[in-house]
């Protein structure tokens, strides 16, 4: 019988110690798997969705709450700014382009931007089915929304009064339906969950499409800038405005890394103290296992086997307790990760794949591992060094 099947053999024959000690590591392995798949996932789509605006502008209030509502479509708007500030803003010579937003309606959960085609140009979007929107009252569905909704070019929809935050029994613009014009491809990015229209859809909804220039507003601007040197010179400029604020979508999505990323290296610290905790749990049980079966040991000296033998055998039921436990951590992780993913696309707030497969998972294995044969090398050791004769001599 070779070293595996023996080892096998004794795990086979204490199912509810091995079981326990199997559990408890791929509960770390899992909790530090979906941390890890979950933040970068997050990370990587935040980065894509921020990706070329280099500021936005908006009412006075939290820069991050305008940075997460204009850009991340996450918050509520701190509030709307004028249209003749916003115009004279784009003007300005620091700033190369100006995207419009309104905001204020949703459908089935997924807000409805008012904007230029400029926005989905940004993100290289690119037409699934119909054509861009040609005027007020048209709308373009992302590939989510339209997923979703089930809907195609030719449908109707009616707005909703609000984000998409509500528990329901939202106001429907009823007087007010906009005809689907087309259907974004998947992207990859923010345009997936949105409804895209003409700015002057939201203003004709909301009662202000007829009303002078001075009485229109726009929820933000994001911008982009002419130079470098306007990193360093239009914030302060925007700010000293009492009407208006500037949010870098950089910094905003640094420090809200920085806060939340707190809160994942306490979580993280958890899962490896779980796997510590598993480490110290096999190291008993082998330390256990080894003084029940210390005759059993001994016979197999007597009958040819080296000490060496004897050292692999406690050294491999310890490896094979903790590739038993990696394995079934890193499948709850990827399934807890997906089961997470399902949840927050059900609340339009985008996806996780259980699929997505890091590098750096490899350290977790390695790591699992290392425990397993960290706690295996002292039983294996006295293991090895086990008295024949004195064993026998115990009777």
Do not use: C
Not at 163 to 171: I, Q
Not at 198 to 213: D, F
Not at 292 to 319: H, I, N, P, Q, W
């Amino acid at each position: 019988m070779n070293l595996a099947a023996m080892s096998f053999a004794y795990l086979r024959a204490r199912p509810l110690g091995a079981a326990l000690n199997v559990l408890l590591l791929a509960l770390g392995v899992a909790t530090i798997t979906v941390l890890l798949l979950a933040s970068r996932q997050l990370e990587q789509r935040m980065h894509g969705d921020a990706r070329g605006i280099d500021l936005v502008v908006g009412a006075k209030g939290s820069p991050m709450q305008l940075v997460l509502s204009a850009v991340f479509h996450i918050d509520v708007p701190p509030g709307n700014i004028s249209v003749p500030e916003a115009k004279k803003l784009a003007a300005h010579r620091s700033v190369k382009q100006a995207i419009p937003m309104a905001l204020g309606d949703s459908y089935q959960g997924f807000r409805i931007v008012g904007t230029t085609h400029d926005y989905p140009a940004h993100y290289g979007a690119k037409l699934g089915a119909g054509r861009l929107w040609g005027g007020p009252m048209e709308a373009v569905l992302g590939a989510e929304v339209a997923r979703a909704s089930r809907l195609a070019p030719g449908a109707r929809i009616v707005g909703a009064h609000g984000l998409g935050g509500g528990a329901g029994g939202e106001h429907l613009h009823d007087e007010a339906p906009y005809e689907v014009v087309g259907v974004m491809a998947p992207t990859g990015t923010v345009i997936d969950r949105l409804v895209l229209t003409a700015v002057e859809s939201v203003w004709e909804v909301h009662g202000t499409g007829g009303e002078p220039e001075e009485y229109q507003e726009f929820t933000a601007l994001l911008l982009r800038y002419a130079s470098p040197l306007a990193a360093a010179t239009l914030p302060r400029q925007v700010n000293a405005n009492p009407h208006l604020q500037a949010g870098s979508p950089a910094y905003e999505s640094a420090r809200l890394f920085s806060m939340v990323g707190a809160g994942v290296e306490v979580l993280q610290g958890f899962g490896v103290a779980l796997m510590l905790a598993a480490g110290l749990s096999v190291f008993i049980a082998l330390t256990n296992a080894l003084e029940e079966r210390r005759r059993d040991l001994a016979v197999m000296r007597m009958l040819g086997a080296g000490r060496g033998k004897l050292f692999g055998l406690l050294v491999l039921e310890g490896v094979l307790l903790a590739s038993m436990g990696v394995a079934l951590g890193l499948a709850l992780g990827h399934v807890a990760t997906a089961a997470t993913g399902a949840l927050l696309e059900a609340r339009q707030q985008g996806a996780l794949s259980g699929l997505f497969w890091l590098a750096e998972e490899w350290w977790i294995v390695g790591g699992a591992l290392l425990v397993g044969l960290a706690a295996a090398l002292a039983p294996g050791w006295r293991a090895y060094r086990t008295d024949l004769a004195g064993v026998l001599a115990e009777g």
